[in-house]
């Protein structure tokens, strides 16, 4: 069975396909999209997505269709989402020939999906790219355009919004994550949950095995759960002028945590879930949330296996001064996405530093 959703953008409105097995249908639905075969295409992968042969998989569905398709693969792991990595794939844009008629395939998770879409938006000023998620952290990154590479300070720092041409995803590919991969991913679940409302979070609470276990039906209703925020937010707000930020619930903090820690220590959703646990005592603090919501938001967290304390070894100073760099500040101004209740959120700016340094730096409250 396979589901079809829209991200309804006028007349770059484009489908998501979601099912099992369509990684060897790419060619056909590629048929399907009208996408072109007098030019060649790209195939952007990492050295695990090309060990387990899910880059081969693509390539003989696409050659079988009649397309003439090349093969880039970088090194697995968020450092390779760099300035120097996408010369690389620059050049090897160059090798194989692509043109404006060209298409990139951005196969594996959230590194892949924003390297290769910042690849296909600067090349020749821009050409359409297909995301293939492999991840359910993708989930979230591969809808909505927004692709980019890190700098060793900052992340996502340098980049573009530059919309998919469609998103094709394969949930067979969910089985070979890791149980920490499966965890990781399963929290933009969780704020995808908390973004839209009561009955979600309800709905995940009762499924928190299962979807531990990555049992198939549970899976595919959360992703397109997920998917459907994503893709409503998105059609209100494609650049991030407005309610779209509200989809950096927990990133403040959470990107913050990833650039002190180099990138290394945390998976972006584990960081995410501190950072979220975060915005949530910052909001209950400054009477915005109420106690109770903010533990059901953490027990939903910790029920999936994510971390949900700031640990005793991150400096405070080191990651207020990580947060003055996020995305959303404005005139050094600290800028948070915090909730109110569930379905309900805001971006507030000017939030005082000292409120944010003493919840940084006092981290008994954060177990209580």
Not at 59 to 86: C, D, N, R, W
Not at 236 to 258: F, K, P, V, Y
Not at 303 to 328: H, N, S, V, W
Request: aromatic share 6%; hydrophobic share 45%.
């Amino acid at each position: 069975m396979t589901e079809r959703l829209t991200v309804q953008l006028g007349t770059r409105s484009y489908p998501i396909y979601v099912g099992t097995g369509l990684l060897s249908q790419v060619g056909e639905l590629l048929r399907e999209l009208n996408v072109s075969s007098a030019s060649p295409l790209l195939l952007i992968t990492d050295t695990n997505l090309a060990a387990a042969g899910y880059a081969e998989l693509v390539s003989s569905s696409v050659q079988e269709q009649g397309y003439q398709i090349h093969t880039a693969v970088f090194p697995a792991g968020e450092a390779s989402k760099s300035l120097e990595q996408a010369a690389n794939l620059f050049e090897r844009c160059l090798q194989a020939g692509l043109d404006r008629g060209s298409t990139i395939l951005a196969l594996g998770g959230g590194v892949v999906g924003d390297l290769a879409g910042f690849i296909a938006a600067a090349y020749m000023r821009g050409i359409d790219f297909i995301g293939l998620p492999t991840t359910v952290l993708a989930h979230d990154s591969s809808v909505g355009g927004k692709v980019a590479v890190n700098l060793p300070s900052a992340k996502n720092i340098v980049g573009s919004f530059h919309q998919p041409r469609a998103v094709i995803y394969d949930v067979s590919a969910l089985h070979t994550l890791s149980e920490r991969e499966t965890r990781s991913g399963l929290a933009e679940v969780v704020k995808h949950a908390l973004l839209d409302g009561e009955e979600f979070v309800g709905w995940l609470e009762a499924r928190v095995k299962l979807l531990l276990a990555r049992e198939e039906t549970a899976m595919m209703e959360a992703l397109c759960r997920g998917l459907r925020v994503k893709a409503a937010v998105v059609a209100q707000d494609e650049r991030e002028s407005n309610i779209r930020a509200h989809l950096n619930l927990g990133h403040t903090l959470g990107h913050a945590i990833e650039a002190v820690t180099g990138y290394t220590r945390y998976t972006h959703g584990e960081a995410i879930s501190i950072g979220m646990h975060f915005a949530y005592l910052l909001a209950e603090s400054l009477g915005r949330t109420t106690a109770e919501t903010r533990k059901r938001a953490v027990n939903l967290l910790s029920a999936f296996g994510l971390p949900t304390l700031l640990p005793a070894d991150l400096p405070a100073d080191q990651l207020l001064a990580r947060m003055y760099e996020d995305k959303k500040s404005i005139g050094r101004e600290l800028t948070f996405v915090l909730p109110k209740q569930f379905g309900q959120v805001e971006v507030v700016k000017g939030i005082d530093p000292a409120d944010v340094s003493r919840l940084l730096t006092d981290r008994k409250g954060w177990g209580e």
